[in-house]
């Protein structure tokens, strides 16, 4: 009876724990995740790039990268604090840990294999390991059905990804960043390799001529949507600017491999395969 009634104890006391967490998150795909296991009401702060779910946007936010301060965070009396590595500058997270406050840090790759990874890293950490099953499960699926679409297309268009923020900042995104979803759409780079973003340049451009550009529904739609698109020198002289085959998907599903990675894929191979039913 006594070893019941210890072990019910434990129970408890470890609910507790969980009840009483208060997280703050750094980088948009950890705070995704942590809401997606069902956590959102532990979280008391965010960095400015957690823009999903839109309720997030209400809390108190902690700045972005090299902007953290310690302080800020610890007047917020967090318990744990979930980070992209590199997001949080290292001597921050050091005067964070020596208040006591846990620290989970997450370094990031922009694949599939990783987006599980942190996922079931996430999770364990929140007791939420079914969760965190299920999330992976319904990621995988999705693959799944894009795969199937690709296999039933029997092409392979050139794809170009591209960052910006109105027309001052124009780039191609390469490898490792969001460009990186092309690998699982079936579809090829319109560029060799490129590292990281690089500045746009017309004559490359002209050059690598994408049957179809990418960008991140907010970029689109700061540029001033397809019309905005097209006047980017160099793109309505491509295939994808004459065919006006410019495809944007929701800021944060394409840029940030987290949760929802599987449906942006989906959503991506259904726009460049379109006569796939």
Same mark, same amino acid.
């Given at each position: 009876?006594s070893k019941?009634?210890?072990v019910?104890?434990?129970?408890l006391?470890?609910?507790?724990?969980?009840?009483?967490?208060?997280?703050i998150?750094a980088g948009?795909?950890?705070?995704?995740?942590?809401?997606?296991l069902?956590?959102c009401?532990k979280?008391?702060a965010a960095?400015?790039?957690?823009?999903?779910?839109?309720?997030?946007?209400n809390?108190?936010?902690?700045?972005?990268?090299?902007?953290?301060?310690?302080?800020g965070?610890?007047?917020?009396?967090p318990?744990?604090?979930?980070a992209?590595?590199?997001?949080?500058?290292?001597?921050?997270?050091?005067?964070?840990?020596?208040?006591?406050?846990?620290?989970?840090?997450?370094?990031?790759e922009?694949?599939v294999?990783?987006t599980k990874?942190?996922?079931?890293?996430i999770?364990?950490?929140?007791?939420?390991?079914?969760?965190?099953?299920?999330?992976?499960?319904?990621?995988e699926?999705?693959i799944k059905?894009a795969k %199937?679409?690709v296999?039933k297309a029997?092409?392979?268009p050139?794809?170009?990804?591209?960052?910006?923020?109105?027309?001052?900042t124009?780039?191609?995104?390469?490898?490792?960043?969001?460009?990186d979803i092309?690998?699982y759409?079936?579809?090829?780079?319109?560029?060799?390799?490129i590292k990281?973003?690089?500045?746009?340049?017309?004559?490359?451009l002209i050059?690598?001529?994408?049957d179809?550009?990418? %960008?991140?529904?907010?970029?689109?739609?700061?540029?001033?949507?397809?019309?905005?698109?097209l006047?980017i020198?160099?793109?309505?002289q491509?295939?994808a600017g004459?065919?006006?085959?410019?495809i944007?998907i929701e800021?944060?599903?394409?840029t940030?491999f987290g949760?929802?990675?599987?449906?942006?894929?989906k959503? %991506?191979?259904t726009?460049i395969?379109?006569?796939?039913?």
């Open positions: 009876m019941l009634v210890s019910l104890g434990f129970f006391v470890s609910i507790g724990c969980f009840a009483q967490m208060r997280i998150t948009s795909a950890m705070t995704e995740t942590v809401c997606a069902g956590d009401d979280i008391v960095d400015k790039t957690s823009l999903f779910p839109a309720s997030i946007q809390l108190p936010s902690i700045g972005y990268r090299g902007g953290i301060s310690a302080e965070i610890i007047n917020l009396k318990t744990l604090i979930i992209e590595k590199d997001y949080v500058k290292d001597e921050v997270l050091r005067q964070l840990e020596s208040t006591g406050i846990q620290l989970l840090i997450i370094d990031r922009y694949t294999e990783d990874k942190f996922i079931r890293l999770a364990a950490k929140l007791g939420k390991v079914r969760e965190g099953e299920s999330i992976v499960s319904k990621l699926t999705d059905e %199937l679409v296999s029997g092409k392979h050139s794809v170009l990804c591209i960052f910006n923020r109105g027309t001052a124009v780039s191609v995104a390469g490898e490792g960043t969001f460009g092309i690998k759409t079936g579809a090829v780079p319109a560029t060799a390799a990281g973003f690089k500045p746009v340049n017309t004559e490359a050059a690598a001529n994408p179809y550009i990418v %960008l991140a529904s907010s970029g689109y739609e700061s540029i001033g949507g397809m019309e905005g698109v006047k020198p160099g793109i309505a491509t295939t004459k065919k006006k085959q410019i944007s800021s944060m599903m394409l940030n949760p929802r990675l599987g449906t942006a894929i959503e %991506l191979v726009s395969y379109p006569e796939v039913k």
